[in-house]
């Protein structure tokens, strides 16, 4: 029996609204000290440049991207579907004295303008979108002529090797002993949930790129190699991660151009260590 759109976004807006109190907590999810906080700031630096942007954070939970570019001295507009994420980004935000806009919205649908901003990002968000072509080509229609798309995420559903999928197992058992929580305790609710979820059935970021240039997006993928591991227990916990995680640079083409330039098959890497 096919679920409704509607209730899938509530199951979605539930999780969320669950995790605020503690997503922050979580290698890769909130920044644990100064080093890593230093090298979002280089990253973003490297990718926008020294030019103040208008920018949404699409997904922005926590608030942790949208702060970081306000940082900056960005513009930022941070969008969330969970109102209690959003709690805790604006109480953030005040704390540091900083003030993107943050508000309530589903980011697959969202009631902005076109062409009002000069990028838009997301992390961790398009593995949970029921609809990512349709929110990828709303995106787009917020982009200005020149206009980029940012896309950081992680490949963890179809395409992982047996191996990773081990050392996720084993790391799990770790969080089970080590923090008091259990990492299989919403199991079957999720997995029901995510096979609502395209991105989850589908190697990425190759899925990613066959979408942006369906749109007409020049795109470039990086290895996103920000460690979420801080200790040699976290790696033991998270560190299967790392290889996975990537970036991808989706760019409009400015107006006036004669021809879309199809440059999906180049790619990079960022690397900072410790």
């Not at 570019?69 to 969970?82: M, N, S, Y």
């Not at 997995?191 to 749109?215: N, T, V, W, Y």
Request: hydrophobic share 40%.
């Amino acid at each position: 029996m096919a679920i409704e759109n509607s209730t899938i976004k509530e199951m979605v807006r539930a999780k969320w609204n669950k995790r605020a109190l503690t997503y922050d907590r979580s290698p890769g999810h909130g920044i644990q000290n100064s080093a890593e906080h230093q090298r979002w700031i280089e990253l973003f630096r490297e990718v926008f440049g020294e030019k103040k942007l208008k920018i949404l954070d699409v997904g922005t939970g926590t608030g942790v991207v949208a702060l970081l570019l306000a940082e900056l001295g960005h513009q930022v507009t941070g969008v969330d579907i969970a109102e209690d994420m959003l709690r805790q980004a604006r109480e953030k935000a005040a704390r540091m004295g900083l003030e993107p806009d943050f508000r309530v919205g589903d980011v697959e649908t969202l009631d902005f303008e076109e062409a009002s901003f000069d990028a838009v990002v997301n992390r961790h968000v398009v593995w949970t979108l029921p609809h990512p072509e349709e929110a990828m080509a709303d995106w787009k229609r917020l982009l200005r002529p020149g206009g980029e798309l940012v896309i950081m995420d992680s490949n963890s559903g179809k395409g992982m090797s047996f191996a990773k999928k081990i050392w996720r197992f084993c790391g799990r058992i770790l969080i089970l002993l080590t923090e008091g929580s259990n990492p299989w305790a919403n199991s079957a609710a999720d997995r029901a949930m995510e096979k609502h979820f395209p991105m989850r059935q589908r190697k990425r970021p190759e899925a990613d790129l066959e979408m942006l240039k369906k749109l007409g997006f020049e795109a470039t993928v990086m290895t996103l190699n920000i460690k979420r591991w801080h200790t040699l227990l976290d790696y033991l916990k998270y560190g299967f991660m790392d290889k996975e995680r990537f970036l991808i640079r989706a760019r409009l083409p400015e107006t006036g151009e004669k021809r879309i330039h199809d440059c999906l098959e180049s790619s990079g890497s960022f690397f900072w260590g410790y």
